[in-house]
Each structure stands twice: as structure tokens, then as C-alpha cells.
């Protein structure tokens, strides 16, 4: 479960991954032009958070947006666009793109815990499932099957095994986790080492997401 943040001032990044990391239950991943972040969102990650500069050195924000929207690689994603001068034509353009909220830079702090807690809620309702009725023993076995998938050839049909087991139990952002990664998975061209990572993705996904659905 990865956060892709998109911004192309590194002073400006950092400070952000600071404040970003320690609070999010998976990778923070940082990326400074459109291209890098085109390639991430069309990857075997699931992406439940972007947080994407509007002006870019190498394009604009809200284009790369719209296409990712328009690809179907949003899906159940937030996005919070940045800008340092919002006029209301580039408002209009994100909101276009498909953009949740656009906001004026420096980011506050208070605006970016806002924004966090917010995508946060949402995955725990997404899951609510898991901590309401899942047996724990179920959800024991389903973290040991996602781990087991490291130790063996991929194939669809494991994945497919493991998209019902995560349906069953209501654990619904693993199941477009592992659609992304399935799809990646029946790509031409498809990376083994973007698979590697995104299995790596999928077990801290569990250890980082279900604690939280039992507090």
C-alpha cells in the first residue's frame, strides 16, 4: 500500500516524507517528474493516496490526473493536488481531473493531518468488515498465505485464491491491491522486480493496515 507524493522541490518533498511517514501504515514514495509518477500508477501497487504538485518542471499535474483517471488507475485513490499561486482556472482544471482538493503551498501541518486522517478513515471503512466479524484465526491465515506467496513462483491462480480469501473476510483495499498486482501480473513488459516489490507491498499492507482496524 503505497503513498505516492509527486513533487519536484526536494527541500519541499522532504519535508513532507518527514511529516508523512511515521504516520503512514505503508511506503511513502517520492518521485519529482510526471513520467516517474506515470509508471507508478500504472504499477502493480495500489495507491490509496497521491499528493501531487500542480506545476511541474516536466508537465502539469492535473493532465497527468486526468489520464490516470481516465485509465482507471484511480480507483478508491484520494488525491490532493498542490499549488503555491491557486487561481481559479487551475482549480477548475483539477476539479476536472478528477482532483479531491486542491490546496495552497506551504502545506500546513493541520492541513495535511486533515487530509491524512481523512484517507486513513476511509481505508478502515473500506475494511470495517475485518474487525467487526473476521475470526482471527482467518485473519491469521490469510497474513500467512500473503507471505507465503514470496516463497514460490507467482501465478494468477494464487493471487486469484487470495483476492476470494481477502473478499470473504471484508477486507476490501487488499482486494484492489491485489488487482492491481494482477493485472500488472498478465502485462507484456511487466518488471519482475516492480512484481517483488509489490509482494513486498501486500505483507505490509496487512502488518501496517489491520492494527488499526482493531483500535
Known sequence: ??????????????????????????????????????????????????????????????????????????????????????????????????????????????????????????????NQRVAQYAQSEDVQAFVEDVSALRSEPLTDRALQKLYQQATLLGFHSMTQAITRLRHYLGRPGRRTSEIENALSALNVHCAGLLPLLVT
Open 1 to 126: 500500500m503505497k503513498l505516492l507524493l509527486l513533487e519536484d522541490d526536494r527541500q519541499s518533498a522532504l519535508e513532507l516524507i518527514q511529516t508523512l511517514e511515521p504516520q503512514w501504515p505503508g511506503l511513502v514514495h517520492w518521485v519529482d517528474a510526471c513520467n516517474d509518477a506515470s509508471v507508478q500508477l500504472a504499477g502493480p501497487h495500489y495507491i490509496p493516496f497521491v499528493i501531487c504538485e500542480l506545476n511541474l518542471h516536466d508537465g502539469d499535474g492535473a493532465h497527468l490526473m486526468r489520464l490516470a483517471n481516465e485509465k482507471g488507475q484511480l480507483a478508491f485513490t484520494t488525491t490532493l493536488m498542490m499549488t503555491t499561486h491557486p487561481q481559479r482556472e487551475q482549480v477548475l482544471q483539477a476539479k476536472a481531473a478528477g482532483v479531491q482538493r486542491l490546496v495552497v503551498k506551504p502545506l500546513q501541518a493541520n492541513v495535511l493531518q486533515d487530509a491524512l486522517n481523512h484517507v486513513l478513515d476511509q481505508l478502515k471503512q473500506m
